[in-house]
């Protein structure tokens, strides 16, 4: 599925949902995402620097900072978002909450599962992705 295609759904769904974790009204998928003190602490503890007025809808253009290698960065941003949707799902459904920790762990175990779909010259960004999750905790 397109990456464009991915945040149109992200971003449809995340306003259909109320987010009770950042304190607001309807969730919108740009504080949930980026802006919430959680994934604000994320982004942070990568090393990924979020500007203010920073939305979603521009996520393809993500600051990538120069730990992280840029082939695949949009892969390696899509695993982010996806480990913080679901650790809001885990709260609005379950009333679950994960550390800060736990969600790096579940982004390298997810990017572990990702190497094997990335082309074979490519695999190795994987271990780095991993070792960037893995430094992060």
Known sequence: ????????????????ITERNCNHKPSQATRLILHCAFA???WRSLG??????FSVRDLRK??????????????????????????RNSIVFRQETTTLRQTLQACKAEARA???????????????????????M
Not at 2 to 8: E, L, R
Not at 48 to 53: M, R, W
């Open 40 to 42: 604000a602490s994320l």
């Open 114 to 136: 990702w190497c094997c779909r990335l082309p074979r010259d490519a695999r190795s960004i994987g271990d780095h992705w991993c070792s960037i999750f893995s430094l992060a």
């Open 48 to 53: 990924v620097v979020i500007p203010a007025d």
């Open 1 to 16: 599925m397109a990456f464009g295609v991915i945040v149109a759904q992200l971003e449809f769904q995340f306003h259909q």
């Open 62 to 87: 993500l600051p990538r900072p120069a730990t992280i290698e840029a082939a695949h960065y949009e892969t390696f941003t899509l695993i982010c978002c996806w480990q913080l949707w679901k650790r």
